[in-house]
Structure formats: structure tokens, C-alpha cells
Nanobody, 127 residues
Framework: QVQLVEAGGGLVQAGGSLRLSCQAS????????MGWFRQAPGKEREFVSA????????SYVDSVKGRFTISRDNAKNTLYLQMNSLKPEDTAVYYC????????????????????WGQGTHVTVSS
């Protein structure tokens, strides 16, 4: 079992930046691919970004490419999402997710592929 706790959300003006973090605890000795998803009010959850267990592979939804950067520090069991040039359409609850994966270049973009989820952190971008 892995427990995930997100932090770093908040209110920011358009064009601003936020850095989300996701602290993992529990069975963190295993190799886990991780990802970020978001859900805006009245919309379905969508994929944002994913990273392989060792950081060798990253993927992003087109709408955040060039603005968001995913990273991880396995020594600290922490996943990050640096969000720059934020737009009002980035407003959502952001969730981190994890799944066991030993593939060096395996990152996962579908929510159904993940076994563990955090409780979410709110991001609001004002215009």
C-alpha cells in the first residue's frame, strides 16, 4: 500500500506559478510510476502529466506542454509538478497517482492504470 498526500495548491493570478508536491508513504521501496491528473468543476478527470519510476520518461497533455514540468525525488519519496504561465483553464483539483512499475521508460496516461490516489489539492487561477 502507498499513501499519497498532495500539497501546494492555492489561488494565483493568470501568468503566475505554483509548485505542487505529492508525498508518498508506505511501501515506497518498490518502484512506482506516478502521474498528475486534474478535475475541473463539472468536467471529467483528465490526465496532466506522468513520469516513470526513475524519471527517464515523461509525458504531458498538449495543453500544458511547455508550461508544466513533472519531476520526482525518490530519495524524498516526493513527486512534483511545476506549473508556470498558469491560465484560468488550469483551475481544477489536482490529484497525484501511483502504480507499481519497473519499466525504465514506462509512464502511464490513463487513470485506470493507477492503483493509488491522493486526496487532491485545489488550484484556482484568476483572470
Amino acid at each position: 500500500q502507498v499513501q499519497l498526500v498532495e500539497a501546494g495548491g492555492g489561488l494565483v493570478q493568470a501568468g503566475g506559478s505554483l509548485r505542487l508536491s505529492c508525498q508518498a508513504s508506505g511501501r515506497t521501496s518498490s518502484r512506482y510510476a506516478m502521474g498528475w491528473f486534474r478535475q475541473a468543476p463539472g468536467k471529467e478527470r483528465e490526465f496532466v502529466s506522468a513520469i516513470s519510476w526513475n524519471g527517464f520518461s515523461e509525458s504531458y497533455v498538449d495543453s500544458v506542454k511547455g508550461r508544466f514540468t513533472i519531476s520526482r525525488d525518490n530519495a524524498k519519496n516526493t513527486l512534483y509538478l511545476q506549473m508556470n504561465s498558469l491560465k484560468p483553464e488550469d483551475t481544477a483539483v489536482y490529484y497525484c497517482a501511483a502504480r507499481y512499475s519497473s519499466g525504465a521508460y514506462d509512464s502511464y496516461t490513463a487513470g485506470k492504470d493507477y492503483s493509488y490516489w491522493g486526496q487532491g489539492t485545489h488550484v484556482t487561477v484568476s483572470s
